[in-house]
């Protein structure tokens, strides 16, 4: 038997896992209330995501890449600042404003973010070096053939897919990002694919304008469609400020109650957004 439970904001169906493997296997999309004053309900089609530390990563996570290459310096890092400085560096790291377009300066402007956030975290001596041995571990444009999928993306992906919902990659990223979507096979499982130094798109996210190219792209509407990503200002802020509901995904585990909706795993989307995992 199915029960329908109904919450404020969300209409939750129920069911044994046995039940559901009588019924007949469909699609249905998830169902959410846009407001508790309104009786309209708009279902969800579409799944956006950002790309780094969100569906991959170069090798390990920012942390213990730091970690390693201080230890070996001996170096004593000062762990409280690295809240923010990780923050403000994902805010700098995508290099130069997408309006501009040219490598030679997206470059140094990497290679600066990547010294000040050491600097950010005290490091003095050595920090030239230090920031050279950091991007050689992690930047896309100087190891390129380091990029790894977590062990959840694909699955998550699958589901998703399979439930019929479009999905779409909005990263702020210093190249196209098709190609090293082709490399890692994913690609297929995206209707577009946007980067913001794509020169058709010229947008940055927290702008808008890279979201608004998005939905175009994939044809649907803000209130259709969520967006999952790990940097606070960027994924979360730009997508609620447009109209998209945004879940921050914290895999490091390092940003408790800065959002609502937070997932530590990929794993955990269906469930949060009331789907038969069964």
Known sequence: MIQTRRAEHVVIVIAACSEKKALKRQVYPIRLAISKDEDAKTMIKAVF????????????????????????????IDWERYDTARENFYADASGSDPMTHDLLETMQQIIDSYRDFLAALG????????????????????????????DDTVPTLEHLR???????IVSNWDTPLDPLAERLGIA???????????????????DAHIFEWTLKQVGVSVKETVHVGDTYEADII????????????????????RWKETIRSLSELPALLNLDIC
Request: glycine fraction near 8%; charge should be negative; aromatic fraction near 12%.
């Open 238 to 257: 730009g997508a609620r400020d447009v109209g998209i509901r945004p879940i921050l995904i914290d895999r490091d585990g390092t940003q408790g109650g």
């Open 162 to 168: 399979d439930k019929g919902f479009k999905l779409a």
């Open 49 to 76: 995501f950002d790309f780094y530390q969100t569906l991959g990563v170069w090798g390990e996570s920012l942390r213990p890449r730091v970690e390693k290459i201080t230890d070996r310096y001996r170096y004593e």
């Open 188 to 206: 297929d499982y995206f209707h577009t694919i946007t980067s913001s130094h794509d020169e058709r798109v010229r947008s940055a996210k927290p």
């Open 123 to 150: 490091v003095r001596d050595y920090l030239d070096q230090m920031t050279w041995e950091l991007l050689q571990s992690e930047h896309s444009l100087f190891a390129a053939n380091a990029a790894t999928l977590y």
